[in-house]
């Protein structure tokens, strides 16, 4: 038995976390089941990536609490996709818990004699995102067979006897709240008197820099080459993973942020209301991303782009994708408030 904490400061344990052992245990197996509480749309588009880099024979995801509680739009799309995926390929399914509330959070990992592992505690399918937010999670490792089995014994039952396969279950009222960036690590939501006054401080120097589409990079990084690890697990970049590939004819602009100097890291207040830390870097102060995680500035574009209708979760961005929302740029403007700069990808209505 082993004891996995998210190792936040001051509470360190030094042992390692949900989410290392989550990969770690996925060399070899085949087959993983998982019954949780919630889900996250990026979530569940990595555990399907996840399962198609690294052929992983069978998956099975139960989800216990969205029935009562709903899903936001995405969220069952992405659930919907995986689902299909996982079917189509003969590789398992996703399934609710119906005639209850399910609140556990159970991963059992089996090979080829039977269940081997499992992990349970406190982590949510979330859990498996790093980074995403700042919420201590614990859980405890079961490496005896004995243990192993019961759970997984214990997840076919309840398969069987309390839920049925999404797509056979109608889904009819969603979740409306837009709950990417709340709770984000690093993400801060500002107040309507905040945003105004940023809006009133904005000066003349103000960049249009051009979204690009490109199949692997921007904001389609997600189907880029993913990161082989030491096991030779390979771990796919995360969906809302993404950064802007700036023109050089704007980033070598006067008064444009420039990489490796103070104003390189800076806060910004978008024009929908959230305050994050980006980043210049690069040569010819090319690259702009969100700081310390791409994910930020990902949630905050795509989210926009999926809350249109006009992006479905795990599709790539194209420029058919941003003439359907309304616009191909994000426009940076300098604000009179040191460190401060307005970040707008507001679409007018004519």
Request: one cysteine or more; hydrophobic letters at 35%; glycine letters at 8%.
């Amino acid at each position: 038995m082993e004891f996995l904490h998210s190792n936040f400061p001051p509470v360190r344990f030094g042992g390692r976390a949900f989410v290392d052992v989550f990969y770690d245990l996925l060399s070899g197996i085949k087959s993983l089941d998982i019954a949780v509480g919630y889900i996250t749309t990026e979530s569940l588009i990595e555990l399907e990536r996840l399962t198609e880099l690294n052929n992983i024979p069978k998956v099975n995801l139960t989800i216990g609490m969205h029935y009562y509680e709903r899903f936001t739009q995405t969220q069952y799309n992405a659930a919907l996709r995986l689902n299909h995926y996982l079917m189509e390929n003969e590789r398992g399914q996703v399934r609710l818990v119906l005639p209850f509330r399910y609140h556990g959070k159970l991963y059992s990992y089996s090979d080829s004699e039977g269940a081997v592992a499992g992990i349970i505690g406190s982590n949510n399918l979330g859990s498996i995102i790093e980074g995403s937010n700042r919420l201590y999670e614990s859980s405890v490792l079961i490496q005896d067979r004995d243990s192993a089995r019961n759970m997984k014994e214990f997840i076919d039952r309840l398969i069987a006897d309390a839920t049925e396969n999404i797509e056979d279950v109608a889904i009819q009222e969603f979740n409306t709240t837009n709950t990417l960036l709340e709770e984000h690590e690093n993400v801060q939501k500002v107040t309507a008197s905040d945003l105004e006054e940023c809006v009133s401080s904005l000066t003349n120097q103000s960049f249009d820099i051009l979204i690009k589409t490109e199949p692997k990079s921007n904001l389609n990084a997600f189907f880029g080459k993913g990161r082989c690890g030491r096991n030779g697990l390979i771990k796919p970049r995360h969906w809302y993973e993404a950064e802007i590939i700036v023109d050089k004819d704007i980033a070598t602009q006067n008064g444009y942020p420039k990489s490796k100097t103070p104003e390189a890291v800076f806060q910004v207040i978008t024009d929908d209301g959230w305050r994050f830390r980006c980043k210049i870097s690069g040569d010819n102060n090319k690259n702009f991303r969100s700081e310390a995680d791409l994910k930020i500035l990902g949630k905050w574009l795509k989210g926009r782009l999926e809350n249109a209708g006009v992006l479905t979760v795990g599709e790539p961005v194209t420029d058919d994708t941003l003439r359907q929302y309304g616009r191909n740029t994000v426009t940076l403007t300098k604000t009179t408030t040191p460190g401060l700069w307005y970040l707008d990808f507001g679409v007018r209505n004519s």
